[in-house]
């Protein structure tokens, strides 16, 4: 009998502010440890939290971006409990009013799309970081991360496999770079996710979940799910029962661990923090945030589909993110809208390729938008061969200082498309390969091809390939 | 000396008739006279007092040679304030002082050296007044008696075997015996008000929110509020005029236009309507007190004022609200006392919990203990809608009473205390017993009011306290009143026997 498996995510997203979310010390990564941790942050006493706004910023422009309900007045309360790195004994976090609450993301899966929804948003702080090694059976204790703003964004239970989680994660880590208000970079702990997993019966209530913490790497959460769903499905087989639970993912073995059972969570007991007044949100503010928005991926997919006639895979390929976006409009805005098809191709394939090879980004890439756009209305003007602007574009890459134009005049790379020209050559090429010219003839269709090449081949590249096959087809037809 | 006002010590310094080395010198004599019986101070450090006070000389050096104006004026301080430069003053150990041990009168700091000052401190610092000391409290301000300070208990000057009150009552023992002419203080349930009326000073706990706690060690957040303790209501209005004032490091604090609060000091009473809550007049109260508050309203119908019955209905819910608020803040604001970062560490431990468990259980004395239990306990799953919850309720209820009351009356007055200062011990065994020596003076907290007390009498010779209520901002009003009374009375300028003067 077959098993339903429903997921639910948790990502906790760090949001990119100058300063921590309740106090003024810097949070750049990897600073030496507590050089980043103020008298706030390590919690003195008499210290006192104060709301940067610049992280309710982020938390509008999320909430906008899925469509969410943006709460006027929601409410920071305290989450109580002991640990070493969290140094007031408690983390400010938001329980019973969230800041956003509602909305949701359309994620594709294969050719499936889904509509992945979220209960909720909420700002809150980070916590230090514990460092077991090197201390010789001790611990230190790191605060930079300490007050670290994050935004916990949090999915009803919609997802029913690691491929949809992993495709909502994905659109997420998207958005939130997109956006601006996270950097995404997974390795250094910008954006994690937890998962809630459990499995039933088709048409059973749901089943006892367990949470799958603290995943950074989209490779990492689609493992954990599938092997935490074939633990309880074994699990249930073999007749045990599942037990709420927080566990932990190996990336090593590739298993999955019980931290802490239901028996010992922790009761928290949350309350309003008193330090802090309610966070106010006005239309004003929101309208506000709203006029800096950029247009947003699924917005601009659908005008990129709709405009240039691309595919849905070229359009959603082209936002994946907002350098490619801007990259590829700025080409389009050069070369004209009818060869927005070929400037798609160029900045997908030949562009997009090379700068992964060299790890660039768009914004770093040595070919700019403009000059791939001259090359490209090279291409469309029948003047360079698909072939030659290989090389064109090779020329582009490495010398700064040269555009399409010069490099095919420097080069003679002009491609000769008129029958005077290519005739010779093409009598040249039947009177010395009079074998393939009988193979052909007995059938061969091979032997067309190979014709095609020694005319290509002698014209140096430069015979438009086109012609070469139509005036050859006459000649021996 | 002793008994000069702000304003004549002021205006003597700025007139070279005494120095501010001299003045200081003359009451850290007094404290070493008389701290050792009395246990006002936990810290003093002769060095950095003397070393404040030289350069408060050569700041009213500069301004006697015609210097600036402006090294002489306090930030935000109207035009008729006095300056402050060159006096001494004590401050209570709930303040983080940069460089000198900040305790908060428990042994979970007693080493504790604070690398910042707090707001109020900053403020006086600022203003030139060379702080004294650090005064003794209850531990965390958690107390009425001053009996659960790690150091030992304040003795009243005006009966050594009789409490301060608490929590303020170092500051309140060391204005009363003249060790300082000023002191500041924290008001979460009547911390400022009671210890006050115990040792026959002036006290005023503000509107919350008008006075930045930032680096002033959290009791209770919503209720904590710090304030000037001295001889007289123009002595706090000038304090005040020093320590109030908007501090974006405090979100709580309140951006206001800054207010010259002894503006209204010598405005006539005329006219003033008095409400009388009948919940205060009722049983309960010593006959002495009473009798001294009724006097003291005699002299305010002398006055011009009227006098008019107010209710507050709900008072009676306030030491119960209060006693499930309190701790609850507390059990939190407490918990950064962990031994990790710096404070009391036990120094044995098996694991981290053990950790936590011996460093929490040696550091934090019976009382704290007590509360954190209590404040943890009304926190709990399933138990927070019943207690917390309905404390909230509660809460708004009586601020709701005062706000109607306001409606019929320009400031409230009452008893501070049912009774005058008990004997060291006396309630020491019965929380519930020292929970009501704050009956009149918790339910301002919870409604975010201002309040003073002054003194109005005495009972079997110990000091009695009458209660200022003012609505909210109302603190020139209320030090009106005050300082009309204190025009007609010389209560305030009474000083235990037994300590000489000089």
Redesign the interface.
């Known amino acids: 009998m077959s098993w339903e498996v429903v997921i639910g995510l948790e990502t906790h997203t760090q949001l990119q502010t100058r300063s921590k979310i309740f106090s003024g010390a810097a949070i750049a990564f990897g600073a030496a440890p507590n050089r980043q941790a103020c ?1 706030v942050d ?10 940067n706004r610049e992280a309710v910023v982020c938390a509008i422009k999320f909430g906008l971006a899925v469509g969410a309900n943006i709460a006027p007045r929601s409410i920071f309360a ?1 989450k ?1 409990y ?1 640990y ?1 790195d969290l ?4 983390q400010i976090s938001q329980f019973e009013t969230p800041v956003v609450s509602g909305g949701g993301l359309t994620v594709h899966v294969g050719e499936a799309e889904k509509f992945v929804h979220l209960t909720r948003a909420h700002l809150e702080e980070d916590a230090g970081k514990s460092l077991h090694e090197d201390f010789h059976g001790k ?1 230190g ?1 790191d605060l930079n991360r300490a007050g670290t703003p994050l935004l916990e964004i949090v999915t009803e239970p919609d997802m029913c496999s690691s491929a949809e989680a992993v495709a909502y994660a994905k659109a997420l880590h998207a958005l939130v770079t997109w956006i601006g208000i996270c950097d995404g970079n997974m390795q250094e702990g910008s954006f994690r996710c937890d998962a809630n997993v459990s499995v039933r019966k088709p048409g059973a209530p749901l089943g006892t979940r367990r949470e799958v913490k603290n995943l950074n790497s989209f490779r990492f959460l689609q493992q954990a799910i599938d092997y935490e769903i074939q633990w309880q499905i074994n699990e249930i087989e073999e007749g045990r029962q599942i037990h709420q639970a927080t566990v932990l993912f190996d990336p090593d073995t590739g298993e999955t661990r019980a931290m802490r059972s239901k028996e010992d969570a922790h ?1 928290y ?3 309003p923090d ?4 309610p966070l106010e949100i006005t239309a004003a503010w929101i309208d506000e945030v709203r006029s800096k928005l950029p247009e947003l991926p699924q917005a601009m997919q659908q005008r990129l589909a709709t405009d240039y006639a691309l595919s849905a895979y070229d359009a959603a390929t082209l936002t994946s993110t907002r350098e490619i976006a801007a990259y590829f409009e700025a080409v389009v805005a050069a070369a004209g809208t009818a060869n927005a098809k070929l400037c798609a191709n160029w900045v997908m394939g030949e562009l997009a390729a090379r700068l992964n090879r060299d790890e660039l980004e768009f914004s770093a890439s040595p070919v700019s938008a403009p000059r791939l756009a001259g090359m490209i209305l090279r291409i469309a003007d029948g003047t360079l061969s698909s072939k030659l602007a290989k090389e064109v574009f090779e020329s582009l890459w490495t010398d700064a200082a040269s555009s399409a134009d010069t490099v095919i005049e420097a080069r003679g790379l002009r491609q000769v498309s008129d029958a005077a020209s290519i005739e010779p050559i093409i009598d040249a090429v039947l009177a010395a390969n009079t074998k393939s010219v009988e193979e052909f003839r007995s059938g061969k269709d091979k032997a067309f091809n190979a014709l095609v090449g020694q005319v290509m081949k002698a014209s140096k590249g430069k015979a438009n390939p086109q012609q070469v096959h139509d005036l050859l087809r006459k000649k021996l037809g | 000396m002793l008994e000069a006002s702000l304003k004549q010590l002021s205006a003597a310094l700025a007139q070279k008739k005494i120095s501010s080395v001299e003045l200081t010198t003359l009451f850290l004599e007094r404290i070493e006279q008389y701290n050792p019986t009395l246990n006002a101070f936990v810290t003093l450090d002769h060095e950095r007092t003397l070393a404040a006070a030289r350069a408060a000389d050569v700041q009213l050096a500069k301004v006697g040679a015609g210097g600036t104006a402006s090294s002489r004026t306090v930030a935000n301080m109207g035009a008729a304030a006095a300056p402050l430069t060159g006096i001494p003053l004590a401050h209570k150990d709930i ?2 002082t940069a460089g000198w041990r ?1 305790t ?1 009168g428990s042994k979970m ?1 007693a080493n ?1 050296v ?3 000052d ?1 707001h109020v401190v900053e403020r006086f610092s600022n203003a030139g007044m060379v702080m004294l000391g650090k005064c003794n409290m209850d531990e965390f301000a958690m107390g009425s008696s001053n009996e659960t300070s790690h150091f030992g208990p304040v003795k009243n000057p005006w009966d050594t075997t009789r409490v301060p009150g608490g929590s303020s009552g170092g500051s309140a023992a060391a204005v009363a015996a003249r060790l300082t002419p000023a002191a500041t203080g924290t008001d979460t349930g009547g911390s400022i008000r009671q210890p006050a009326a115990l040792c026959g000073l002036t006290g005023l706990k503000p509107t919350y929110g008008v006075v930045s ?6 009791f ?3 209720l904590d509020q710090g304030g000037p303790m001295a001889k007289s209501a123009e002595d706090c209005a000038l304090l005040l005029n020093a320590m109030a004032g908007f501090d ?5 604090s309140l951006e206001r236009p800054a207010e010259d609060y002894s503006r209204d000091l010598e405005k006539p009473l005329a006219g003033l309507k008095i409400g009388l809550p009948r919940e205060f007049f009722g049983a309960g109260m010593d006959a002495g007190v009473r009798a001294a508050v009724e006097a003291a309203l005699a002299e305010y119908r002398k006055l011009g004022a009227t006098t008019v019955e107010v209710g507050l209905p709900n008072s009676n819910l306030s030491v119960p609200a209060y006693y499930v608020i309190a701790p ?2 507390a ?2 604001n ?5 031994g ?3 404070g009391h560490r036990a120094p044995d431990y098996a694991d ?1 919990n053990d950790m ?1 468990a011996k460093s929490r259980a040696q550091g934090f004395g019976a009382e704290v203990k007590r509360r954190i239990l209590i404040g ?1 306990y009304v ?3 399933g138990y ?1 809608d019943a207690y ?1 919850l309905k404390a909230q309720k509660i809460r708004r209820l009586i601020a709701a009473d005062f706000a109607a009351a306001f409606k019929e009356c320009d400031v409230i007055l009452g008893p501070t205390t049912p009774s005058p200062a008990f004997k060291f011990g006396a309630k020491a065994a019965d929380p519930v017993q020292m929970y009501l020596s704050d009956i009149y003076t918790i339910a301002v907290n919870l409604a975010g009011l201002p309040g003073m007390s002054i003194p109005c009498g005495f009972d079997n010779a110990l000091p009695v306290g009458l209660q200022i209520v003012g609505p909210w901002f109302g603190e020139a009003k209320m030090l009106n009143v005050a300082h009309q009374y204190q025009l007609l009375t010389d209560w305030h300028h009474r000083m235990p026997s037994g300590l000489g003067k000089s």
């Open positions: 008298a390590i919690a003195l006493p008499g210290v006192l939290p104060v709301l305290r109580n002991f070493p140094p007031k004994g408690y611990t204790i009761d007991r949350y309350f008193p330090d802090l007044l | 303040f983080c900040t908060c700091l504790f604070s690398p910042y707090a706690r930032y680096g002033m060690i959290a209770a957040s919503s974006p490091r405090d979100s709580t609850a803040e059990s939190s407490l918990s950064r006392f962990d990790v970062r710096y981290l936590y943890t926190l709990s799953h927070y917390y």
